[in-house]
């Protein structure tokens, strides 16, 4: 059985919830609005939970700088495509245009969320066995 280390999990899900509120605090200020001025805030609604998560692991478990990196770097680019793909499943294109791919943008951070917080418990799964040496 493994022994979940509290600091890190702890560390990890505190640095996701920093960056998936920021996220929602850039997308927010966007609105529905899809021009030259809400770039920047769109941009950090889909880049702030990964970016936070991997800074958390890094405080985390500073010698798994090199998992954690490609581990928040596949999330951050997947996220994309998987959120694109739900978006043409369940929103007709219609309303992808009334809404201008608001649907798309919170499934992103859904996703950031669900994948953070099982990547956060994998990560805080210590390998030591209660009962051995």
Do not use: K
Not at 76 to 99: D, G, H, K, M, N
């Amino acid at each position: 059985m493994r022994r979940i280390d509290l600091r890190t999990l702890g560390v990890m899900l505190i640095a996701l919830a920093v960056g998936l509120a920021w996220a929602a605090y850039n997308l927010t200020q966007a609105g529905l609005v899809r021009d030259e001025s809400t770039v920047r805030p769109l941009v950090w609604a889909v880049f702030a939970a990964p970016a936070a998560l991997f800074v958390g692991w890094l405080i985390a478990r500073r010698r798994e700088m090199g998992m954690a990196a490609a581990c928040c770097f596949c999330l951050y680019f997947f996220s994309f495509f998987v959120a694109q793909r739900i978006e043409s499943l369940a929103v007709s294109p219609e309303q992808v245009a009334t809404y201008v791919h608001s649907f798309y943008f919170w499934t992103v951070l859904v996703l950031h969320a669900i994948v953070g917080v099982g990547m956060a418990i994998w990560r805080a799964q210590s390998l030591d066995v209660p009962g051995r040496a």
